[in-house]
């Protein structure tokens, strides 16, 4: 029905900067919130950014002021700026998205996940 492709994932040194994509593609009826995740070695799944379809936002404490959402609805597809980045954030990266696929029920899908590396 439907699918999310990450892509934009790799190793960047600390202080450098990623974009990560998110596109969506099947019998998409509408898209509602579209988020990132992210899971580092050893921990749990936690939000990174969220972004609704007024295109309100929302960050984690972590990530605000250097890493940035968006959305172009027309291409199904969310983004991920990510500035000034930091070992730290070394992670599994996840998009999730809520979805009404056109013929079935609402709910939510998520991608397969882009590893980011942050290491000099």
């Known amino acids: 029905q439907v699918q999310l492709v990450e892509s934009g994932g790799g190793l960047v040194q600390p202080g450098g900067s990623l974009r990560l994509s998110c596109a969506a593609s099947?019998?998409?009826?509408?898209?509602?919130?579209m988020g990132w995740y992210r899971q580092a070695p050893g921990k749990q799944r936690e939000l990174v950014a969220s972004?609704?379809?007024?295109?309100?936002?929302n960050y984690a404490d972590f990530v605000k002021g250097r890493f940035t959402i968006s959305r172009d609805d027309a291409k199904n597809t969310a983004y991920l700026q990510m500035n000034s980045l930091k070992p730290e954030d070394t992670a599994v990266y996840y998009c999730n998205a809520d979805i009404w696929p056109t013929g079935w029920a609402r709910r939510d899908y998520w991608g397969q996940g882009t590893q980011v590396t942050v290491s000099s």
């Open positions: 972004i609704d379809n007024y295109r309100n936002t």
């Open positions: 099947g019998s998409i009826g509408s898209i509602y919130t």
